[in-house]
């Protein structure tokens, strides 16, 4: 079994649209990071989270420390959204366990 | 600043040669990685390094060395390229963690390299 997975894999959205990304992880951990890789191919961080909730413009992570699963929840999605959006939870070390990622489509 | 930069951005190479990926950052981070992703993969750790002078083993670290000779440069060797290190290699970057803190990775644009 994957350490971490995500879910969907592919996503397709109208422009507008209420995005949700989930990502569930079986290792203990001190943070979780959510990434995103643009079609270029670059990849920024979008947020490190340990617990609760964080925004960021139209973006909104949250994670549940118990249930070992965070979201990723982009509001009013728009056609540059589009990308790769990618889970890494962070143990006790400072290496991160990667997901596999979710390539999200928004359609205007 | 520049943040993590890499070079080459894109190389071929035939089986056995050897080449070095070079990545640099101008952050003053302490910590540093090396990255590759495959198609339908998530990135895997191939090395790393915490600090000037040292290097440990990641996930993926065979076929490969690193060098960190100083703090800012940290690189990646490919002895004899094979097929199977066709891929897009990323180096990062963070601020070493202290205790209770962690940091976010920062990372560089990427080489791709082909072994044919």
């Known amino acids: 079994k994957n350490e971490v997975e995500q879910s969907p894999q592919n996503l397709t959205a109208q422009e507008g649209e209420f995005i949700t990304i989930n990502c569930s992880y079986s290792?203990?951990?001190?943070?979780l990071h959510w990434l995103q890789q643009h079609p270029g191919g670059g990849i920024v961080s979008l947020f490190m989270?340990?617990?609760g909730k964080k925004k960021h413009g139209r973006l909104i992570a949250t994670i549940n420390i118990q249930e070992k699963h965070s979201s990723l929840h982009i509001t009013a999605s728009h056609p540059r959204d589009s990308a790769v959006y990618i889970c890494?939870?962070?143990?006790?070390?400072?290496?991160?366990?990667f997901g596999k990622g979710t390539k999200l489509t928004v359609n205007p | 600043n520049a943040g993590v930069t890499q070079t080459p951005k894109f190389q071929v190479l035939k089986t056995g040669q050897s080449m070095t990926l070079q990545c640099a950052q101008d952050m003053n981070h302490n910590s540093m990685y090396w990255y590759r992703q495959d198609p339908g993969m998530g990135l895997r750790l191939i090395y790393y390094s915490a600090s000037e002078g040292t290097t440990d083993k990641g996930e993926v670290p065979n076929g490969y060395n690193v060098s960190r000779l100083n703090k800012r440069e940290f690189s990646l060797r490919l002895e004899s390229a094979a097929p199977s290190q066709t891929s897009v290699y990323f180096c990062a970057s963070s601020p070493q963690r202290l205790a209770g803190a962690v940091y976010e990775q920062y990372f560089g644009p990427g080489t791709r390299l082909t072994v044919t």
């Open positions: 989270l340990s617990s």
């Open positions: 890494a939870p962070q143990g006790g070390s400072e290496k991160l366990v």
């Open positions: 290792v203990g951990i001190s943070a």
